[in-house]
Nanobody, 119 residues
């Protein structure tokens, strides 16, 4: 059984930084795309950043230039470095991983980690 476990969330002042980690465990042969999503109270879950198996990345416009996604394939881990944090970045952050499942692909989610940006 595959599990994704996030860590690194917390309370930070505006302008501060946090680094989120998401480690996969269990029987993992290959991870294709990985990403970070977030969901603020009363809002839909949105994509923050994604990194493909090729290493290509894409970001939501709201975080471009402030957030950086990276991955360590040997550790089945994806990271999100968040700098210059703003109150509007406050949300529960979820990691996602797409893995082959037979001839198809299966999506796995972490349990979420709270990020609160407040003075």
């Amino acid at each position: 059984q595959v599990q994704l476990v996030e860590s690194g969330g917390g309370l930070v002042q505006p302008g501060g930084s946090l680094r989120l980690s998401c480690a996969g465990s269990g029987t993992i042969f290959r991870i294709n795309d990985m990403g970070w999503y977030r969901q603020a109270p009363g809002k839909q879950r949105e994509l923050v950043a994604a990194i493909l198996s090729s290493g290509s990345t894409n970001y939501a416009d709201s975080v471009k230039g402030r957030f950086t996604i990276s991955r360590d394939n040997a550790k089945n881990t994806v990271y999100l470095q968040m700098n210059s944090l703003k109150p509007e970045d406050t949300a529960v952050y979820y990691c996602n991983a797409e893995m082959p499942y037979g001839l198809e692909s299966r999506s796995y989610w972490g349990q979420g980690t709270q990020v609160t940006v407040s003075s």
